[in-house]
């Protein structure tokens, strides 16, 4: 089993967009690209988890959601970059049919999205990193048993950073600290 970066998406890889579902307002964050590269050459696992509430309640489809990841995957491999996986919670407790959940076990602040990631793809949750920009991407990983990062971008500066392992500007920055001290 082997570590991975788990990635929160807006906020931390794209400029925080309410509810993004139109791919044109897709804006990665300067650098972010770059970092991701160097994640990708070193072999070490991208794992996207985000909460996608706006599914659950109706206000795009998940075939937004996959415009919207198909552009980051476009923009990304214009510096040579991927992620491995991606993993989404649509549900709320304002979700409709089957999203209707307030407390759904992939639903971050709950690890669901962590764990299912590594029983999948065999990573090493206690040698991972959780990077984002809300307090409950930090508690999602640190249920997961990963250490945490918090990005100032999106919301992270409204967010207490004391409950990180790391704290820093953006995701090039953070994961720069984050390789200074890779397993």
């Known amino acids: ?24 307002k897709l804006v990665l964050i300067p650098g972010a690209a770059a970092a991701v590269a160097r994640l990708n050459a070193l072999g070490i696992p991208v794992v996207v988890v985000t909460n996608q509430s706006g ?9 937004d959601f996959d415009s919207v990841m198909d552009r980051m995957a476009v923009l990304l491999a214009a510096e040579h970059a991927r ?29 669901g999205m962590l764990v299912r990631a590594a029983d999948e793809h065999g990573l090493d949750l206690s040698r991972s990193w959780m990077v984002g920009d809300k307090a409950i991407d930090l508690d999602a990983g640190r ?6 990062a918090l990005v100032r971008t999106g919301y992270g500066h409204k967010v207490d950073g004391s409950q990180a ?16 001290q890779w397993p």
């Open 143 to 148: 249920r997961a048993g990963c250490k945490v």
């Open 1 to 24: 089993m082997k570590p991975a970066i788990f990635l929160d998406r807006d906020g931390t890889i794209n400029e925080e967009v309410d509810h993004l579902c139109d791919p044109d």
């Open 165 to 180: 392992d790391l704290v820093a500007a953006d995701l090039p920055a953070v994961l720069e600290q984050i390789l200074a």
């Open 83 to 111: 992620v491995d996986a991606i993993y989404a919670a649509p549900h709320h407790q304002e979700g409709q049919g089957e999203y209707a959940v307030a407390d759904h076990p992939e639903r971050k602040p709950n690890p």
């Open 55 to 63: 599914i659950g309640r109706g206000r795009f489809s998940w075939e």
